[in-house]
Nanobody, 115 residues
Framework: QVQLVESGGGLVQPGGSLRLSCAAS????????MGWYRQASGKERELVAS???????NYANSVKGRFTISRDNAKNTVYLQMNSLKPEDTAVYYC?????????WGQGTQVTVSS
């Protein structure tokens, strides 16, 4: 199994930036893809961005050009750099890791974009 611990959420003004971090431990060699999902109040959880072990990235249309996902394999950590934040980015952000037959979720970190 893989354990995921997120950090970096908080309150930021519109137009500001935040960086989320997700540290993985356990059977990290079995990870194929890591990514970030978010769930706003009253809405379904949605994919924000993902990065495969080979480096391929994928982004939701709503964050393209503003968010960047990166992966530091030496530190077993994935990052989500969020720039030009908007109020509609407000949500709980969850780290996710997937292997061939399993997936794991972090506990979530709150991001609030408000003036």
């Amino acid at each position: 199994q893989v354990q995921l611990v997120e950090s970096g959420g908080g309150l930021v003004q519109p137009g500001g930036s935040l960086r989320l971090s997700c540290a993985a431990s356990g059977r990290i060699f079995a990870i194929i893809t890591m990514g970030w999902y978010r769930q706003a109040s009253g809405k379904e959880r949605e994919l924000v961005a993902s990065v495969a072990s080979v480096g391929t990235t994928n982004y939701a249309n709503s964050v393209k050009g503003r968010f960047t996902i990166s992966r530091d394999n030496a530190k077993n950590t994935v990052y989500l750099q969020m720039n030009s934040l908007k109020p509609e980015d407000t949500a709980v952000y969850y780290c996710h890791a997937r292997g061939t037959t399993w997936s794991s979720w972090g506990q979530g970190t709150q991001v609030t974009v408000s003036s």
